[in-house]
């Protein structure tokens, strides 16, 4: 019986470990080192995390030739806005006050690559986050709490927060891997595995 490839997840993130990890894969994990900058102008959500996802993989397949490369990258999209991890808490402030009252789309585009027969497979998926209005108390607890720090949106919908309802698509997109589409596309490419 010929002997499964590794899966590398190419993230830091806890959340997509956490994901993983409860779905019963077993993976490395080698975050990419790529830079992830900021669109230098308007640019469609979907173009900005497929390339960004394909970029981080093609980054750590060089160092794992033989493995099954798993990367992702997620953003928010408000108001034709790009929303990724704040960078200090004036800019989470500014996010969840964009986000208030309003609809946010959560984007990730998902990459499996295989560097050794140079095949991949990626996908998209979109879910819908509602934002409600938040009180100025609120809002002064959810900075205080840092519980924005490293999460797209400057919120993690996996931290219970009240305010916050997935009102279509994938939960655990809103984390940061869809962990149904991912089942989806190992079980429709199984020579990639």
């Not at 308007?42 to 493995?67: C, Q, S, T």
């Not at 993690?156 to 984390?175: A, C, L, P, T």
Request: proline share 6%; with cysteine; hydrophobic share 40%.
């Amino acid at each position: 019986m010929p002997q499964r490839i590794p899966l590398i997840l190419a993230s830091a993130s806890p959340r997509r470990r956490q994901l993983l990890t409860e779905a019963g894969y077993v993976f490395e994990v080698d975050p990419s080192g790529i830079d992830e900058p900021e669109p230098a102008g308007p640019m469609d959500v979907r173009i900005y995390v497929a390339e960004l996802a394909w970029r981080k993989a093609f980054e750590v397949g060089a160092r794992h030739p033989n493995g099954l490369i798993l990367a992702a990258d997620t953003s928010c999209a408000v108001a034709g806005e790009i929303l990724n991890k704040p960078i200090d808490r004036e800019d989470a402030e500014r996010m969840i006050r964009l986000q208030e009252g309003r609809n946010t789309d959560v984007v990730t585009g998902l990459v499996l690559y295989r560097p050794d027969r140079g095949e991949w497979v990626a996908a998209l998926e979109t879910s819908v986050v509602h934002f409600r209005h938040l009180t100025d108390a609120e809002r002064t607890d959810h900075l205080d709490s840092k519980r924005w720090e490293g999460k797209a949106g400057a919120y993690g919908v996996q931290d219970q927060d009240r305010y916050i309802e997935v009102v279509s698509g994938s939960w655990s997109n809103v984390v940061g891997l869809p962990m149904e589409r991912l089942a989806s596309l190992l079980k429709d490419h199984p020579g990639l595995a």
